[in-house]
């Protein structure tokens, strides 16, 4: 039987009352790095659900037109989507700038069109887990889950944090951990030992974009963290516990009090899978972690050259090479070790990138990547890479293969996965 062939999608903006049209003739265009084209066909999918539509102000929807195969500017305000968690941007918007456009909120952009009655985004599903879909789930059954939380835990601080990430920022792990199921974060850090130039917790009061959500302002205690796994272990039969979260700093720089709550929890029995979301900045923590029953980490990071992690991250304190050893470190004592690794389209999927991530993943055994979405401002973040040679883009579909052929151990993914009750 003949497979079925994919529409090429129209052309989506807005006019200055935020109604989105299709334009009647111009196609849909998207972004990789520098380079505009008309995305092909493997490089988008249906709009999935739960996914967010953005208003790109100061900013001009541009197309193809399929005739004469010239880019025309249309009158209007661009449109971007936000994929549902899960789903991994091959693309990204395309537009023109006026001259005041401001800069966007940290977000990821992708380029949505219309055809055959859908929005379509460049995206690909990279992980078939639902546990950040609340699609079908009604908000006051999550509501009802934070105010049970603090009924149950009434003097625990972290406990109160938590339930305003689900009430008050829609926090999908804060939410999950409402419902009881999934995935419970537990942020500890205050500070931060890098200065990322897309921190969605914290950014210098001169900065032209705010922070998404807000920095925890207190340090959890071991009794506070303990009661919180406990507790959640008895609502999921598979918990996960994660440090380092997007309302925090680094956890790693308070590493000691990581190691005295994941003794205690595991001394008394504690079950499930304990996870640390990392910049991996302090090698020396991962011994006493690890032997404590940590038996995960996720380090995250937007590039293996350390010029191209130097200019986003900003480090202080420690350098590029710390990372990396810090994973060869945690693969050296029996952790699972996965990259959280901040796809950008245009840069990520170039061959000097593939290259530095696969000759790491090759001598350490790494074993995971979650392809999450860079979230910033895309001209931003092109502005900052000026400087340095990446050459064409390969496309996110060849990209995943070039890895898996290079490293076929390797498992994708978008969230932390259960490992057990080790």
């Known amino acids: 039987m003949a497979t ?69 500017e249309v ?29 966007l909120p940290m977000f990821a952009y992708g380029a949505v069109g219309y055809a055959n009655g859908k929005f379509w985004i460049t995206a690909k599903v990279v992980d078939e887990d639902k546990r950040q879909v609340f699609t079908r789930i009604p908000r006051k059954k999550i509501d009802s889950g934070a105010q049970r939380l603090m009924k149950d835990m009434p003097d625990n601080r972290l406990v109160r944090h938590l339930a305003g990430c689900a009430l008050t920022y829609g926090c999908p792990a804060a939410k999950n951990f409402a419902l009881g199921r999934f995935e419970a974060p537990l942020p500890t850090a205050r500070t931060c030992n890098a200065r990322c130039i897309g921190c969605i917790s914290e950014q210098p009061e001169e900065s032209e974009f705010p922070s998404t959500q807000e920095r925890i302002k207190f340090t959890p205690t071991v009794d506070e963290l303990t009661e919180i796994m406990h507790y ?76 191209i992690y130097n200019t986003y991250y900003r480090p202080k304190g420690y350098k590029f090479d710390d990372v990396v ?66 050459g064409p883009g390969m496309g996110f579909a060849n990209f995943r293969k070039r890895i898996k052929t290079e490293c076929p151990w390797i498992g994708f993914g978008y969230f932390n996965p259960y490992l057990g009750d080790k």
């Open 4 to 72: 079925k062939k994919k529409p090429r999608p129209l052309l989506v903006f807005a006019d200055k009352d935020g109604q989105i049209y299709d334009h009647p003739e111009l196609e849909m265009m998207c972004r990789r790095g520098d380079e505009l084209a008309q995305p092909r066909p493997d490089e988008y999918i249906p709009l999935p659900p739960d996914s967010e539509f953005f208003l790109l102000p100061g900013r001009y929807p541009i197309g193809l037109d399929p005739e004469t195969g010239e880019v025309e």
């Open 75 to 103: 009158d209007g305000i661009a449109v971007a989507a936000f994929a549902c968690p899960g789903h991994t941007l091959t693309g990204l918007a395309a537009y023109s700038n006026s001259e005041d456009a401001p800069v």
């Open 232 to 307: 959640h272990a008895k609502r999921e039969s598979k918990p996960i516990f994660s440090f380092g979260q997007g309302c925090e700093g680094e956890p790693l720089t308070e590493h000691v009090l990581l190691t005295e709550a994941i003794r205690k929890y595991r001394s008394e029995a504690g079950k499930g899978t304990i996870n640390i979301n990392t910049n991996g900045s302090i090698t020396e923590s991962m011994e006493p972690l690890a032997n404590a029953g940590l038996n995960s980490i996720r380090v995250s990071l937007n590039s293996l050259r350390e010029p």
């Open 325 to 390: 050893a810090t994973i060869f470190k945690a693969k050296e004592l029996g952790l699972h070790v996965s990259l959280n690794y901040l796809f950008f389209p245009g840069i990520n999927d170039t061959e000097l990138e593939v290259e530095a991530l696969i000759e790491v993943a090759q001598k350490c055994k790494l074993d995971f990547i979650q392809l999450r979405n860079l979230n910033i401002d895309p001209d931003l973040y092109m502005e900052l890479m000026e400087p340095y040679d990446f």
